[in-house]
């Protein structure tokens, strides 16, 4: 079974960076599209960014700019770049990607979650 471990979360001010990755465990595995989901408090969790097998980005609009969503696929790893943070981006940002076993069908897998805190 896949894991998604995750790391680079933390406290930064407004205005500052971080770095997420994720790095997928199972190599044996087919690793589709990889990405980032958030979860505010009180609040659904919302698709921020993806990046396909070949390399291309998708980003929610209000990240559009300040964030860069990118793989390396021989090591099945996802980063999430986050630049100009503000005070809304604070969630744990949790790590998905679409993975494949075999001859089974596609599914979602799903990181542990890593906190973002933002302050102003």
């Known amino acids: 079974q896949v894991q998604l471990v995750e790391s680079g979360g933390g406290l930064v001010q407004a205005g500052r960076s971080l770095r997420l990755s994720c790095a997928a465990s199972e190599s044996r595995a087919t690793i589709g599209a990889m990405g980032w989901y958030r979860q505010a408090p009180g609040k659904q969790r919302e698709f921020v960014a993806r990046?396909?097998?070949?390399?291309?980005?998708s980003y929610t609009n209000s990240v559009k700019g300040r964030f860069t969503c990118s793989r390396d696929n021989g090591k099945n790893i996802v980063y999430l770049q986050m630049n100009s943070l503000k005070p809304e981006d604070t969630a744990v940002y949790y790590c998905?990607?679409?993975?494949?076993?075999?001859?089974?069908?596609?599914?979602?897998?799903w990181g542990q979650g890593t906190q973002v805190t933002v302050s102003s």
């Open positions: 998905h990607a679409f993975v494949k076993q075999g001859t089974e069908l596609w599914r979602d897998s």
């Open positions: 990046v396909t097998t070949d390399g291309v980005p």
